[in-house]
């Protein structure tokens, strides 16, 4: 039996009910007529050129994503622009696209879970509960890990899990860390309750800088693994959980995931700084500021 766009999308707010959704998202089908038949689905974290043209070359009638590609309202339909072009590139190939956010991310099993797991966190809890009847789910992570370590070891852990060579850290690498928040994606509005609860550090990405600040100045630790790379996991538990549904429901629907995804960042180090130091002195900006004066 082959699945319609409508179907699958279905299927996947079994795991990620909608009404989980942050009043600001915009998630569910983007583009698309929910009633089109799908042999071929591409899961992957962003909708983009490069996803919409692998897409296409697998013959997939549709695209699942985690982030989705309309945001805001779009007020002009100018393929100049990269966000009514990629619309205009789904219409016309005939792939439909629909997106799972932070649902996805407030769900048991999400992102903040998927991430707990690879860092072997026990008795975890939402950071932020939103649905008092169902205290399991909600946004962020927090627990304890099964016996204390350094933070070095952490950084080791999540740099080589999630392929991330370039961390941000706030902490000394030897001080210890038994209790650990998590946040896949932009954490820093969720900081106020990783203290109330007594993390001692937060794993999440795009660290505001006066977070980054307050965590130095009170002796916590935060790693800023990047958004993509602490999203990223979403992607393949995505695509393991509608195989088993599709198995489960008797479709016949190929599943594939984009696998040369990458994050948009790139990490430029100044080969000529000593470790240690700080990769720009303040003393030569101060003096072109100055001239201004």
Known sequence: MTPT????????????????????DNIGLQVGDP?????????????????LDAAAKRKAQMVLTHHPLLFRPVSSFDISKSVPRLLAGFLRKNIALAAAHTNLDSTV???????????????VKPLYTS???????G??????????????????????????????????????????AICGGSGSDLWPLVIDKGADLFLSAEIKH???REAEQMGKAIIDAGHFYTEWPL????????????????????IYIFDNEKSPFWLWIN???????????????????????
């Not at 099993?109 to 008795?123: C, T």
């Open 5 to 24: 766009v409508g179907e699958i999308w279905n299927v996947l707010c079994r795991w990620a009910p909608p009404g989980l959704a942050e009043s600001w």
């Open 35 to 51: 009633e089109a038949s799908v042999q071929t689905l591409m899961i992957a974290l962003d909708a983009t050129e490069n996803v």
């Open 109 to 123: 099993g999400g992102v903040s879970d998927l991430l707990a797991n690879i860092l072997g966190i026990s008795d």
């Open 131 to 137: 649905d008092e009847n169902n205290p399991r789910v």
């Open 139 to 180: 946004l962020g992570r927090i627990g304890n890990l099964s016996c204390s370590c350094k933070l070095s070891e952490i950084m080791d852990k999540v740099s080589n899990m999630l392929g991330n060579h370039g961390l941000l850290v706030v902490g000394q690498p030897g001080q210890t860390i038994t209790r650990v």
């Open 210 to 212: 006066h977070v980054a």
């Open 235 to 254: 992607v393949p538990a995505m695509a393991e959980y509608m195989k088993r549904q599709a198995s489960e429901e008797g479709w016949d629907l190929e």
């Open 271 to 293: 080969k000529k700084a000593k470790a240690g130091e700080f990769m720009a002195d303040t003393r030569p900006l101060l003096s072109i500021n100055n001239s201004f004066s």
